[in-house]
């Protein structure tokens, strides 16, 4: 690729490339060197699993590291025991050392799914700032000023409704620019909402008399619902450790106007390949539910495989196309002595949160029994009779029951 044509690349689906002319001259730097580029990426691992939302920008990473440059995936291991405050109205529960390592395994696991390990540089913010003395941490913020902290839109939100703010959280931004520092990297990563601590590290770069990284950030991908960002805790997620079946099923959910983000953000196509593809649903030529289906194709093959994608395909056309069960239903035991209302079976299989939801779901429709839609909140099953019954919950959870 020419320089302009690496730009494009690169650039592609980013919200902000800051400064975007320093990025070019990088790359001809790192060209006529033959120097690659130091590329990070921070991670805390508050949680165990990463989702789709999460591998946008690790897919930014990846063509990075297509090109040649070195891409560091960096843990923060000592960060993610103070809480990232980015998007918090409260104090985040720090973590422990055990639960940050721990879910720093899986992390290492789950990116090697997009990026490759031979070529991927895996480093833990302990290892510097373990080594930090209290003179160390007084000099690192002596670099800013509390009114340049102060600007982050968390902080002072959180201080005009007299939300407390803890002295440990404003040292989190400082200590992730100084990882940069550490990396001397020439690129950081973020989603948009880490906007502040990227050009953070920049100003702890230039206070240190390092050079100072371009920051490229990359949308925050929208939930199944396509409202909220992408989050476990809003259940609207697709977890890249899912099953075939679980993600084909859960692309499928998505709104046609959804699928072009998606398109757009989580597959490898270039934005005209994209465009062309829309316009061949937009005129016709091609059914919106057609393209789902290869976004849900691409995005399996991703993760897992192309012969996983096209089995997923067939199982899902089974289950709403021919009106099919799965094909690997799990089956329970359960312990019964006459009828047992449905309501009550729902819950205690777990395929509801509770009788409530039971009931609100019987009334939308959504519950099966033996293929037959219920109706009937009050329903019961009586096990002398019936020794098995298939359930369904929704679209997507099944179980087979017998009855002891």
């Known amino acids: 690729m020419t320089i302009d044509e690496q730009v494009a690349f690169l650039t592609k689906g980013c919200v902000d490339v800051i400064p975007a002319e320093e990025l070019k001259k990088k790359l001809e730097h790192s060209a006529a060197t033959g120097r690659p580029l130091r590329v990070k990426l921070g991670a805390d691992p508050t949680a165990p699993d990463i989702h789709l939302g999460h591998s946008v920008v690790i897919r930014k990473m990846k063509a990075f590291q ?22 918090r109205n409260t104090t985040r529960p720090p973590l422990t050392r055990e639960q940050i390592l721990a879910n720093a395994e899986t992390y290492k696991a789950q990116i090697f799914k997009l990026l490759d390990p031979d070529k991927t540089i895996i480093e833990f913010n302990a290892n510097w700032l373990n080594a930090f003395k209290p003179e160390d941490f007084v000099r690192l913020t002596a ?3 509390l009114a340049q902290i102060l600007e982050r839109d968390d902080f002072s939100k959180r201080l005009a409704a007299g939300v407390p703010i803890s002295l440990h959280e404003l040292l989190y931004p400082l200590a992730q620019g100084y990882d940069s520092v550490a990396l001397k990297a020439d690129v950081e990563l973020g989603g948009t909402d880490q906007k502040f601590n990227l050009l953070m590290a920049r100003e702890i770069q230039r206070a240190y008399g390092v050079e100072t990284q371009v920051i490229m950030t990359t949308p925050l991908l929208e939930g199944l619902d396509g409202v909220e960002k992408m989050s476990k805790s809003k259940n609207n997620y697709i977890g890249i450790t899912e099953s075939p079946d679980e993600m084909f099923g859960k692309v499928m959910s998505i709104s046609d106007e959804l699928m072009w983000r ?17 316009t061949s649903v937009e005129s016709g030529a091609k059914h919106p539910r057609d393209a789902k289906v290869e976004l849900a194709k691409h995005i399996i093959a991703d993760f897992h495989s192309q012969t996983a994608a096209n089995e997923a395909e067939a199982e899902f056309n089974r289950r709403f196309r021919e009106h099919q069960a799965p094909t690997d239903i799990e089956t329970r035991s359960i312990k019964a002595d006459g009828t047992i209302k449905l309501v009550d079976l729902l819950t205690q299989t777990g395929l509801a949160a509770s009788k409530a939801e039971v009931r609100r779901l019987i009334q939308q429709g959504g519950v099966r029994l033996n293929n037959e839609r219920i109706g009937d909140v009050a329903a019961e099953i009586d096990t002398a009779a019936t020794k098995e019954a298939l359930l369904q919950v929704g679209k997507l959870k099944f179980l087979k029951v017998t009855f002891e």
Do not use: C, N, R, S
């Open 66 to 87: 297509q090109l040649g440059h070195d891409v560091i995936f960096l843990i923060g291991d000592f960060t993610g025991m103070i809480g990232d405050p980015t998007g």
């Open 143 to 145: 670099k800013v000023t």
């Open 262 to 278: 998606y398109y757009a953000l989580v597959t490898d196509l270039t934005p005209a390949e994209v465009a062309q593809l829309k």
